[in-house]
C-alpha cells in the first residue's frame, strides 16, 4: 500500500471533526438481479434512496480479485511510474481542477477500448482492467434495462444505448486510499479521502473491498455509513437520471413518458456538454444541476 512520505501534504487536505461516529446503516435495499421483481425493487430503491446494493450480478469474482492484485501493485510503484500514467490516468490527492483535494490516489480509465490507452501499464494490469470493463459494462447495460422496464420506458434501450454509443466518454475509476501515518495526531479529526459530491452520469456502479468509509446521504440529510461488501456492487443515482426522472432519489430533459399529464420538467433543457461545462467549473460539492433548475437564478 502506498504511504505518502511528505507530512506536510497533510495540511492541504481535507480534515473533518467528528463528535460521534457516523452510523452503519443496514436499510440499504439489496436485490437480486436475478429477481423477477428486480425492475420494481429497483425503481423504489432509486425513488427512495438513490442507491442500492446489486447481489448475483453476474460479475466474476475472480475478476474483482484479480484486478485488485494488479491494482495494489500499480499503486506500489515509485512515483515517478504512476506519474507517467496523467495526465487523463494517475492523480494523487487534487480532485478536480477547482481546488477540492482529498487523501487519495487514483487511476483514471477511458471504457470506449478506442479511446484507452495503456501503454503506461503493465500487460497484466491491461487484461485485467480491459477485462473488467468489459463484465461491468454489460452489468450496466443490464442495469439500466431492467430500470428502463420498471419505468415503463419504450424502447427498453433507451438509456443502455447512450452507455454503448461509441462515443460515451463513460470512465472507469480505481480509487486506492492510503494509510496516513500522521492520522493519530488529528486530534478527532478524520480525513475525508473522496468528498461530498454526486455523480453526473446516468448510473454509478461501486465496488468496494472489504474496508469501510463509503457514506451515502439519506432524505433527511443524515450521512450514514454503508457496510463494506466485496462481493456485491452498489449501484448510485446519477444527475443525469436525475433531471430524466424527477425525482429520484429527492429524483437531459425529463423524458416525456416519465411524467404525469400537464406535468412538467423541473429543469430547463441542456446538453451533456452544457452539464460538463459547468461540473468542471464547479467545487465537488457543489449543486451542479441547481444551474439548470427553472426555479433557479443562475444564469448559465
Known amino acids: 500500500m502506498v504511504v505518502l512520505s511528505q507530512p506536510a501534504a497533510l495540511e492541504h487536505c481535507s480534515l473533518i471533526k467528528t463528535c460521534k461516529p457516523t452510523c452503519v446503516f443496514t436499510g440499504i435495499p439489496v436485490i437480486d438481479l436475478r429477481d423477477p421483481e428486480a425492475k420494481t425493487l429497483i425503481v423504489k430503491a432509486c425513488e427512495e434512496y438513490g442507491f442500492f446494493k446489486l447481489i448475483n450480478h453476474g460479475v466474476p469474482m475472480e475478476f474483482m480479485t484479480r484486478l485488485e492484485a494488479e491494482a495494489l501493485s500499480f499503486f506500489n510503484l515509485p512515483q515517478s511510474d504512476k ?3 496523467t495526465p487523463f490516468g494517475y492523480g494523487s490527492n487534487k480532485i478536480g481542477p477547482n481546488g477540492d483535494v482529498g487523501w487519495i490516489e487514483y487511476l483514471l480509465v477511458n471504457t470506449n477500448p478506442q479511446l484507452t490507452s495503456l501503454k503506461t501499464l503493465s500487460e497484466n494490469f491491461c487484461y485485467e482492467v480491459n477485462d473488467y470493463i468489459l463484465a461491468v459494462k454489460r452489468l450496466a447495460f443490464e442495469v439500466v434495462e431492467i430500470m428502463a422496464d420498471g419505468l415503463e420506458i419504450e424502447p427498453r434501450n433507451v438509456l443502455s444505448r447512450l452507455l454503448r454509443d461509441e462515443k460515451s466518454d463513460s ?3 480505481l480509487n486506492h486510499y492510503p494509510p496516513c501515518p500522521q492520522l493519530q495526531a488529528l486530534s478527532g479529526r478524520n480525513l475525508i479521502g473522496f468528498g461530498e459530491h454526486t455523480d453526473p452520469q446516468i448510473i454509478s456502479i461501486l465496488r468496494s473491498n472489504n474496508t469501510s468509509g463509503l457514506q451515502i446521504c439519506l432524505r433527511d440529510r443524515t450521512w450514514v455509513s454503508v ?5 456485491s456492487f452498489f449501484i448510485s443515482v446519477g444527475d443525469t437520471l ?3 426522472r424527477p425525482p429520484m432519489s429527492e429524483k437531459i430533459v425529463a423524458l416525456p413518458c416519465l411524467m404525469a399529464k400537464g406535468e412538467e420538467s423541473l429543469y430547463k433543457e441542456f446538453t451533456w456538454w452544457e452539464y460538463k461545462t459547468c461540473a468542471y467549473k464547479s467545487r465537488l460539492g457543489a449543486n451542479r444541476l441547481g ?5 433557479a437564478n443562475a444564469s448559465l
Open 227 to 231: 457496510p463494506p461488501d466485496q462481493t
Open 83 to 85: 506519474d507517467k500514467a
Open 291 to 295: 444551474l439548470f433548475e427553472k426555479t
Open 171 to 173: 470512465c472507469f475509476r
Open 242 to 244: 436525475q433531471v430524466m
